[in-house]
């Protein structure tokens, strides 16, 4: 099950695979957050949850909202 259904089912998305639609869909993140973490995302895979507040406008509260709706793929950072 990918994107926007997945939330339906209260499944994560992983923010290194999930559409700007998806990320959208969470709370506190609207465009301009979804195309950021999409940017940073293209720099660097998240390889935990932690590493999203290196996106610009996530801190702590918002990290925090997202906890649960947000899983980092165990494989995305294979060879780290």
Do not use: H, W, Y
Not at 49 to 78: H, M, N, Q, W, Y
């Amino acid at each position: 099950m990918r994107g926007p259904a997945r939330r339906l089912f209260g499944l994560p998305l992983d923010p290194n695979q999930a559409s700007l639609a998806s990320l959208e869909t969470l709370p506190g993140i609207g465009p301009s957050r979804a195309a950021a973490i999409a940017a940073a995302r293209s720099k660097a895979p998240f390889c935990e949850f932690a590493d999203l507040d290196r996106v610009p406008g996530i801190g702590p509260r918002t990290l925090e909202k997202l906890s649960g709706l947000l899983e980092v793929d165990p494989f995305s950072c294979t060879g780290r």
